[in-house]
């Protein structure tokens, strides 16, 4: 199997982010028109610093990573780059690992700094540190066979021969072009067409050499 790298997992993780932030967006919105017409409620700090609606926004985000990890092994964002989250032995991928690997295992990542998910850029198998916590893998999940221009053309059948254009009846046509008569004849043959006298002139086309009749050979016999 072919480890996927640092930068793909990157863009696909950052496509899987805009989507939740664009499907937040309307999370706040109703948020907002509770809390502004029922009170504090989601702005009373429930854990720490936390409030109620951030701790809703929260595991929305986890959710989403979580149940589509574990029930596709993979995000639309991973999808669109054809990545998979498999388990070390590529066997499926418990619900504990996942939720480790997509809460805990992605909050020390970001609390080095990035430096968990840039260990994906030098690990042999590009494992970030939530991969190695949980023994997930992250994989392309189909390799594209490339096939070479000239092995392409090779796979198709070869095309018939192509048949010479038919010669045309009466010899060479008169400049090239269609047939009913000889060219133009060379100086020596024009001479020797003198010399013996005998046969229709060679610059005269065959359509009009006279009609010679059965006499004019005896007479000449």
Not at 83 to 96: I, M, Q, T
Request: hydrophobic share 40%; with cysteine.
């Amino acid at each position: 199997m072919e480890y996927a790298g640092f930068w793909a997992r990157l863009a696909a993780y950052m496509i899987d982010l805009g989507i939740v932030w664009i499907g937040l967006l309307f999370v706040k919105l109703v948020i907002n028109i509770v809390s502004f017409a029922g009170g504090d409620l989601f702005r009373s700090r429930l854990l720490f610093h936390y409030t109620l609606r951030d701790i809703i926004l929260y595991l929305l985000q986890v959710a989403y990573f979580i149940l589509l990890t574990y029930y596709t092994e993979t995000t639309p964002g991973k999808r669109l780059l054809n990545l998979r989250v498999v388990s070390e032995d590529r066997g499926k991928l418990s619900f504990v690992n996942v939720v480790y690997r997509e809460t805990v295992g992605r909050f020390l990542c970001g609390l080095s700094i990035g430096i968990g998910y840039i260990m994906a850029g030098v690990d042999r198998e590009k494992r970030g540190l939530h991969d190695m916590l949980c023994d997930t893998r992250v994989i392309y999940a189909k390799k594209i066979k490339v096939i070479p221009k000239y092995q392409a053309l090779a796979s198709y059948p070869p095309l018939p021969p192509v048949p010479p254009p038919p010669a045309p009846p009466y010899g060479r046509p008169p400049g090239g072009n269609g047939p009913g008569g000889f060219a133009p004849a060379s100086p020596n043959e024009r001479a020797s067409a003198d010399m013996f006298g005998k046969g229709p002139s060679l610059n005269t086309p065959l359509s009009q050499e006279p009609n010679r009749g059965e006499a004019d050979y005896d007479g000449e016999r």
